[in-house]
Nanobody
Framework: QVQLVQSGGGLVQAGVSLRLSCAAS????????MGWFRQAPGTDREFVSA????????YYADSVKGRFTISKDNAKNTLYLQMNSLKSEDTAVYYC????????????????WGQGTQVTVSS
C-alpha cells in the first residue's frame, strides 16, 4: 500500500512550464506503474500520461503529447510530470495514481491516488 502526496501546481501564464511531483509518503513506487490524470470543472477525470513500473515505457494523451514528460525516480520514490508550453485548456486539477495492472489508460485500474493539485493557466 502506498500513500501519495502531490506538490507543485499553481497559477501560470500560457506558454510557461510547470512541474508536478508525486511522492510516496509510505510504501514504495518501485512495484507500481504510475499515471497522471486531470479533471476540469464539469468534466470527467481524464488520462494524461502513464509510465511503466520500470520507467522504460511512457504513454501520453494526444492533447499533451510533445509538451508533457512523465518520469519516475524509484530511488527518490517520486513521480514527476514536466509540463511545457502550457495552454489554457490544460487548466484542471491534476492527480497522480498508482497501479499494478497493465491497463494504464483506465482510471478504475488505479488503486492509490494523490490528493490532487490545481493547475490554472491564464491566456
Amino acid at each position: 500500500q502506498v500513500q501519495l502526496v502531490q506538490s507543485g501546481g499553481g497559477l501560470v501564464q500560457a506558454g510557461v512550464s510547470l512541474r508536478l511531483s508525486c511522492a510516496a509518503s509510505t510504501g514504495s513506487l518501485s512495484g507500481y506503474a504510475m499515471g497522471w490524470f486531470r479533471q476540469a470543472p464539469g468534466t470527467d477525470r481524464e488520462f494524461v500520461s502513464a509510465i511503466s513500473w520500470s520507467g522504460g515505457s511512457t504513454y501520453y494523451a494526444d492533447s499533451v503529447k510533445g509538451r508533457f514528460t512523465i518520469s519516475k525516480d524509484n530511488a527518490k520514490n517520486t513521480l514527476y510530470l514536466q509540463m511545457n508550453s502550457l495552454k489554457s485548456e490544460d487548466t484542471a486539477v491534476y492527480y497522480c495514481a498508482a497501479t499494478q495492472t497493465l491497463n494504464y489508460y483506465a482510471l478504475d485500474e488505479y488503486a492509490y491516488w494523490g490528493q490532487g493539485t490545481q493547475v490554472t493557466v491564464s491566456s
